[in-house]
T-cell receptor, first 113, second 114 residues
Framework: AQSVAQPEDQVNVAEGNPLTVKCTYS??????LFWYVQYPNRGLQFLLK??????LVKGSYGFEAEFNKSQTSFHLKKPSALVSDSALYFC???????????FGAGTRLFVKA | DAGVTQSPTHLIKTRGQHVTLRCSPI?????VSWYQQVLGQGPQFIFQ???????GRGNFPDRFSARQFPNYSSELNVNALLLGDSALYLC?????????????FGDGTRLSIL
């Protein structure tokens, strides 16, 4: 069965510092991996995805994510955090033969000025 | 282009009632998925429809049903509402029903059950 774990409920970082939001996954086949962000009272907004190829993928708003097959991880990163990055971040997985997307429980990112 | 639109934005119902939520996908998208997001949790998959056929169903009771219309819009119906059905219901559209395409979400319908 597919599953996604986001081990941190909240990540706190100072503006200008690098940030990492962690995600590990379990899927039977080759994974399709996604990161989404949710702002208050809004739907989810797509940030980036990994399908195949380079393990480092770049996405919107300066975010990137590193795929590590041996550790089954897909951590979200940004070199320099902004206060406006404060939001709820979701990691999601879909196996390459399926239709169902499984989301993690979410990690709240708080960037302090 | 307009994004995914959902209506209504908020809804208050009482236990035992029925509710219908509506979703219009992005133009050209033929796949619509429905998710339930309870406060403090990630979205939980309810249904996916593609080309007007149900392609997948999550672990939700039969009180939940959905359909997709010829114009690819969709409705989610919930019967015999329970307090536990209180949640944000999200609709997402994509160009295909599987694979690596990302989903585009609407802002959701917040359903409160009294």
């Amino acid at each position: 069965a597919q599953s996604v774990a986001q081990p941190e409920d909240q990540v706190n970082v100072a503006e200008g510092n690098p940030l990492t939001v962690k995600c590990t996954y379990s899927v039977s086949g080759n994974p399709y991996l996604f990161w989404y962000v949710q702002y208050p009272n809004r739907g989810l907004q797509f940030l980036l995805k990994y399908i195949t190829g380079d393990n480092l993928v770049k996405g919107s708003y300066g975010f990137e994510a590193e795929f590590n097959k041996s550790q089954t991880s897909f951590h979200l990163k940004k070199p320099s955090a902004l206060v406006s990055d404060s939001a709820l971040y979701f990691c999601a997985v879909r196996d390459n033969g399926g239709f169902k997307t499984i989301f993690g429980a979410g990690t709240r990112l708080f960037v302090k000025a | 282009d307009a994004g995914v639109t959902q209506s209504p934005t908020h809804l208050i119902k009482t236990r035992g009632q029925h509710v219908t939520l509506r979703c219009s996908p992005i133009s050209g998208h033929k796949s619509v998925s429905w998710y339930q997001q309870v406060l403090g949790q990630g979205p939980q998959f309810i249904f996916q429809y593609y080309e007007k056929e149900e392609r997948g169903r999550g672990n939700f009771p039969d009180r939940f049903s959905a359909r997709q219309f010829p114009n690819y819009s969709s409705e989610l119906n919930v019967n015999a509402l329970l307090l536990g059905d209180s949640a944000l219901y999200l609709c997402a559209s994509s160009s295909t029903w599987a694979g690596g395409q990302p989903q585009h979400f609407g802002d959701g319908t917040r359903l409160s059950i009294l």
